[in-house]
């Protein structure tokens, strides 16, 4: 970006493709981690006389117009944080985008309306993303790709537009990736990862890589459970993926012989009900032994004795890469092993890396200072595609 800006971006309508995906309970943000993030280019770009055209998706609306998706309540934070007024078009290629960005004088920024409102955002057919993509690329000059939690996708504003204008990567994507380059390349041992998050089938590409690289594997979450079945015990009503024990086998059995140690739950939280999130009315539930989950209940968090051991496994790490809550952290009685974890980090010396919206969203939700952690990254499954790596589209279409 620092070229793009050297080369001269005064007047010139930059379109900053960022990351908005926040969460939301109704019109009220939860967690503006993203905002913050990408706000520091959008600012750079501003006070370069840049005219700032912001766009994103946000959640996974059906390629129509949404009211429940809108980012206007992003628009309203991000004028918040930057301290002056962020227009917000109500469409994104049609009439009022097109007169909001016209009305746009050098140094102000405008915000356009949910990307995914649009089928051709992430159509599956490069022509309607290519025609898309056109349509964007009528609205602006330059462009800056700063979204990295989703470069792992290959939609139109993040893969197809940037090929129509002359492109830069923005400061966010330029830490993030610098970051994670650290922990794909010369890592400093020993290398100990905490995974966890419902599915392990979004985790085994990045177990994959990972058995060639760490030290030790954590496994917590509701992927324990078919981590704890694989290796032959009953796991109650607990999440599983049948179809997945036969890979989780496979995992633990290269694992074994190349020395690297997977870590399970000793003891986990169960209950025969899912605790309720909006009440969070106390959920009372049992401590049993891993191996002795009764046929009723599912576990929900580990548990007190695996919070101990786990945080053994961290304390001598020198790098920590944490993807993925340890439980159901939204309820009080089932935080404690997530809070647990984040602690782990940051009592070891190690450099931490905490990935995924979930994660990044659970460490400041629970009251800790993210400024403490190495580095939260913006990107769940875009620091995941990463670190398998894979070639991110978001990253490819930047590169040249
Ligand atoms: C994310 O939240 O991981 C990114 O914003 C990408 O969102 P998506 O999974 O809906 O593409």
Redesign the pocket.
């Known amino acids: 970006i620092d070229e793009l800006i050297a080369d001269g971006v005064g007047g010139k309508r930059v379109f900053v493709r960022a ?1 908005l ?1 926040v969460p939301l309970d109704g019109a009220t943000i939860t967690d503006d981690g ?1 905002i913050r993030a990408v706000q520091p280019t959008i600012a750079k770009l501003a006070q370069n006389g840049a005219k700032v055209i912001v766009a994103s ?1 946000l ?2 609306p059906k390629g129509a117009p949404d009211p429940a998706f809108s980012l206007a309540p992003a628009a309203a934070r991000l004028s918040e944080l930057l301290g002056r007024d962020v227009a917000f078009a109500t469409d994104t290629v049609g009439d009022r985008a097109r007169d909001t960005v016209a009305a746009l004088g050098d140094g102000e920024v405008a915000v356009l309306e949910n990307l995914r409102f649009n089928p051709g955002e992430t159509s599956k057919d490069d022509a309607e993303r290519g025609a898309f993509a056109d349509q964007l690329a009528q609205l602006a000059d330059l462009y800056v790709g700063d ?1 990295f ?2 470069v ?2 290959k ?1 139109a504003s993040v893969y197809d537009l940037p090929a129509r204008l002359p492109h830069a990567a923005g400061d966010l994507i330029a830490t993030e990736v610098a970051v994670l380059k650290k922990l794909t390349e010369d890592v400093k041992r020993p290398y100990a990862v905490v995974l966890g998050g419902a599915k392990v089938s979004d985790k085994l590409g990045v177990i994959d890589h990972l058995l060639e690289r760490a030290d030790r594997i954590l496994i917590g979450g509701g992927m324990a459970y078919t981590f704890l079945a694989a290796q032959g015990h009953e796991v109650g009503i607990s999440l599983l993926q049948k179809d997945q024990i036969p890979a989780v086998q496979e995992y633990l059995k290269r694992a074994a012989a190349k020395g690297v140690e997977f870590v399970l739950p000793v003891d986990v939280l169960v209950s025969a009900d899912f605790p309720d999130l909006k009440t969070k009315a106390p959920a009372n539930p049992d401590t049993v032994a891993a191996d002795a989950i009764p046929a009723d209940k599912e576990g929900l968090d580990i548990g007190p004795r695996t919070r101990e051991l786990y945080a053994s496994k961290l304390a001598d790490a020198a790098t920590i890469f944490w993807n993925g809550p340890m439980g159901v952290f939204e309820h009080p009685d089932y935080a404690g092993g997530t809070k647990a974890v984040a602690q782990g980090l940051l009592d070891s010396s190690a450099f931490t890396v905490v990935g ?2 979930d994660s990044a969203a659970a460490v400041r939700q629970l009251g800790f200072d993210e400024n403490a952690f190495g580095h939260i990254s913006t ?4 620091s995941l595609e990463y670190l398998e790596g894979k070639t991110l589209p978001g990253l490819a279409a930047l590169e040249d």
């Open positions: 990351d995906n993203r998706h959640g996974r979204g939690g989703a792992h996708r939609h995924g919206g990107g769940g499954g875009a």
